[in-house]
T-cell receptor
């Protein structure tokens, strides 16, 4: 299994450009998340999804959009890139557990996408 | 509200023990986690503890939880250079309800020879 795969790994954007960060997981996880990581700030939740067709805002959703048309994919879109969106973006997934399976809540992370907006 | 705090840096000598501390504010947290992030990589789960436990030991790792003070710590025994990384604590209120983890700021551990 590949786990959680993010593309691209690196990208430089000009102010006002748009782009999509791709995220795919092959673990059949219902839950998926987008976090951004800034130095000294930890990880902040941008958007999350509990299943195909369902998305919800996290702590810092402004300037971003997401969609979840399939269980596997959870792309993050930046419509009008701004310097404040320079960050490392992490996609993650988790399994809610079924029946007797204990859900420990572990998140499985991709390797990250480093975005610079100039 | 949910706020998780950690000191930003810790430096230890190889072979010594490392203790990384974390405070959280949400007393309804059900699970607390420690994640490790190596340079240029994503986060990986190191260990977790249920909120009804005081301690959990896993090889060189010991997690202590003080619910009264909302304090969580991670002790790494016999710290090695390969332990150099950023360590994040995180809390979860509802693992079955979307499991939105709130992460701390991260502690960068530097292991010196």
């Amino acid at each position: 299994n590949a786990g959680v795969t993010q593309t691209p790994k690196f990208r430089i954007l000009k102010i006002g450009q748009s782009m999509t960060l791709q995220c795919a997981q092959d673990m059949n996880h219902n839950y998926m998340y987008w976090y951004r990581q800034d130095p000294g700030m930890g990880l902040k939740l941008i958007y999350y999804s509990v299943g195909a067709g369902i998305t919800d805002k996290g702590e810092v959703p402004n300037g971003y959009n997401v969609s979840r048309s399939t269980t596997e994919d959870f792309p993050l879109r930046l419509e009008l890139a701004a310097p404040s969106q320079t960050s490392v973006y992490f996609c993650a997934s988790s399994y809610p557990g079924q029946g007797a399976t204990i859900n420990t809540g572990e998140l499985f992370f991709g390797e990250g996408s480093r975005l610079t907006v100039l | 509200g949910e706020d998780v705090e950690q000191s930003l840096f810790l430096s230890v000598r190889e072979g010594d023990s490392s203790v990384i501390n974390c405070t959280y504010t949400d007393s309804s947290s059900t699970y607390l986690y420690w994640y490790k992030q190596e340079p240029g990589a994503g986060l990986q789960l190191l260990t977790y503890i249920f909120s009804n436990m005081d301690m959990k030991q896993d090889q060189r790792l010991t997690v202590l939880l003080n619910k009264k003070d909302k304090h969580l710590s991670l002790r790494i025994a016999d710290t090695q250079t390969g332990d150099s990384a950023i360590y994040f604590c995180a809390e979860s209120i509802r693992p079955g309800g979307g499991n939105k983890l709130t992460f701390g700021t991260g502690t960068q551990l530097k292991v010196e020879l």
